[in-house]
């Protein structure tokens, strides 16, 4: 059961600079706890798929279609049955990562995605123009994920006059008490590029979801 899942959380947070680009819609924040199941430690990717599910279902919503957010448990039986893991992965604490997300999001809601490896934080820069024209044209949040910084976080926007990227981050735990709280332990935030791990990769998860 959600203790209760919050909306457009990063909507009250100020830009850096001007030259601003962020997601279009809704965004339902998804994370640790949020629906009763302890996942700390292990669930981050799992809750921003569940993030990235609920952005296309709301752009879908005056459609009727019928579709709902995948639990945990939805989402390892899925890739079991893709064939990517094994039976064992169902009710394990193992962790998901964009390629994984990916094959989620073509799975549960029929969208392709694009993965850009990034090979260090420190060649983010060179990825800008890319997630601008994505929250330009398509504007769907996009996952972002690692090794060395293996704390998988949505990307809900882009400055480039302030080199930054606006961060949803799932690891806040059980219920939200304010904005406020999420804005000053940075679950909600904008970070500098120069914040990001040189010594880590990157894999962007973005979703193709057709212009409208």
Not at 16 to 43: A, F, L, N
Not at 146 to 158: F, H, Q, T, Y
Not at 190 to 206: A, G, I, Q, V
């Amino acid at each position: 059961m959600n203790v209760g899942l919050w909306t457009n959380v990063h909507h009250d947070l100020s830009p850096p600079g001007s030259e601003v680009r962020q997601v279009k819609g809704d965004v339902t924040y998804y994370h640790y706890g949020c629906d009763g199941i302890d996942d700390r430690g292990w669930g981050c990717g799992y809750r921003t798929l569940q993030t990235m599910c609920a952005w296309v279902i709301n752009k879908r919503g005056h459609t009727g279609e019928e579709m709902s957010v995948p639990s945990l448990k939805n989402i390892q039986e899925a890739l079991v049955t893709m064939g990517d893991k094994p039976a064992s992965f169902v009710e394990s604490r193992d962790w998901i990562g964009s390629f994984e997300v990916s094959i989620c999001m073509d799975y549960f809601m029929e969208v392709n995605c694009k993965i850009i490896h990034v090979t260090s934080g420190s060649l983010l820069c060179e990825h800008m123009e890319t997630l601008k024209k994505h929250f330009d044209v398509i504007g769907a949040p996009v996952m972002m994920g690692g090794d060395g910084d293996n704390a998988s976080k949505g990307i809900l926007g882009v400055c480039c006059d302030s080199p930054s990227l606006l961060i949803l981050d799932p690891h806040h735990h059980g219920q939200i008490k304010s904005l406020s709280d999420l804005y000053d332990r940075g679950m909600v935030s904008w970070r500098p590029l120069d914040t990001f791990m040189t010594d880590s990769f990157y894999n962007l998860c973005l979703p193709q979801y057709p212009q409208s």
